[in-house]
């Protein structure tokens, strides 16, 4: 108890940055899964050749494909390299020295989320299993800053984020796979009988139903921090399904460009709002046949990437840091952008200082 009450004290004693951030608000987007490879190189086609993996090659490459791999990429991210490109900020292209690491020794997805969200490769959480995250998040400690309480909101297709993020201990609004979408709204009811209702080939809702009932809940709730976690990337990569893949990394590119089209319509957002998009853990490489895998023994697996684009984030575009960052870094980065330093009890890595500028 003693312990508890001292982290509490910690956490209230952190003192803000000077207000020189523009932000004020902040969306993350992880794309579970999701390997760098096609990020910044598009459609594989040594495994879209594959038919092994690839039962849809005609429509794919008729939608995705391009022999230059500028236009390739554009193709299967449109957003990213349209817009971030022009008007942000992409780390981890490693093909350029552009290195972005996770920290933790596992590679996988709750260490991956835990070590974005609290900024902490905690070597004790090593399983997928639905255990509340004994580490302090940023988002909890967001959520008690002056302005921002009870204006911190997330929404996952996968059902493990109320754990990662600990809502239970924190009271963080976290809306995962099954649970109600119906808060109020006749939209949001008709949500919840799409989900009900719907075919779920993976077991848990569509991302698309995860993102429609975030972007419902921004317009109604207006949160500050708006969190919002897709799945089918990883879960397609694991069935060998690369045309459903890349499917889905094309639909979850066109969701994320419809939110920041959103935020920059209305003006409680306006120029005033960083998005953040990132991954939780690699995939093996396509030489080895491991690119539906990850995990300890999978060598590339602890290889993400970073894409940022706000109002304090330069338009650097493709950026090759001096030095490796980390996954580790992004929990000190998001409450940097709000002007708070954060400072669990447990410590945590410095922000991404090229973002925060």
């Not at 608000?25 to 760098?36: A, Q, S």
């Not at 879960?235 to 060998?240: D, F, I, K, V």
């Not at 889905?248 to 003006?267: C, F, K, R, T, Y």
Request: glycine share 6%; aromatic share 12%.
């Amino acid at each position: 108890m003693k312990k508890y009450f001292l982290s509490i004290f910690i956490l209230q004693s952190v003192f803000a940055f000077a207000q020189t951030q523009k932000t004020e608000n902040i969306i993350i987007v992880t794309l579970d899964g999701m390997r760098w490879q096609e990020v910044f190189g598009g459609v594989d086609k040594e495994i879209l050749n594959n038919p092994k993996y690839t039962h849809e090659k005609e429509e794919i490459e008729k939608l995705l494909w391009n022999d230059d791999v500028m236009e390739r990429r554009k193709k299967l991210f449109p957003f990213l390299w349209n817009v971030v490109s022009a008007q942000g900020q992409l780390y981890g292209n490693r093909n350029i020295g552009s290195n972005v690491d996770v920290a933790n020794p596992y590679k996988f997805s709750y260490p991956g989320y835990n070590e974005i969200f609290t900024g902490y490769p905690d070597t004790a959480v090593n399983s997928n299993d639905k255990i509340k995250n004994k580490n302090t998040n940023v988002l909890e400690f967001i959520n008690k800053q002056k302005g921002y309480q009870g204006k911190v909101a997330a929404f996952s297709t996968w059902d493990v984020p109320p754990y990662f993020l600990n809502k239970w201990r924190n009271g963080l609004y976290v809306n995962s796979d099954q649970d109600s979408i119906n808060y109020g709204s006749s939209t949001a009811k008709l949500l919840d009988d799409i989900q009900k209702l719907s075919m779920k080939p993976n077991g848990e809702r569509l991302d698309v139903v995860t993102y429609i009932a975030a972007r419902e809940y921004l317009k109604e709730h207006k949160p500050k921090v708006l969190y919002i976690s897709f799945d089918e990337t990883d879960e397609y990569a694991h069935q060998g399904k690369y045309d459903y893949y890349l499917g889905a990394a094309h639909a979850e590119d066109g969701m994320i460009a419809n939110i920041w089209n959103l935020v920059q319509s209305m003006p409680a957002y306006k120029n005033k709002t960083t998005l953040i998009v990132t991954c939780d853990h690699g995939r093996g490489d396509k030489i080895k046949d491991q690119w539906r895998d990850h995990g300890q023994k999978v060598e590339d697996a602890g290889h993400i990437w970073i894409a940022a684009i706000g109002p304090d984030t330069k338009p650097l575009g493709e950026v090759k840091p001096d030095k490796t960052l980390y996954q580790k870094q992004l929990a000190a980065t998001f409450a940097a952008l709000l002007g708070f330093k954060f400072v669990p009890d447990h410590g945590t890595a410095e922000p991404i200082t090229t973002i925060v500028q």
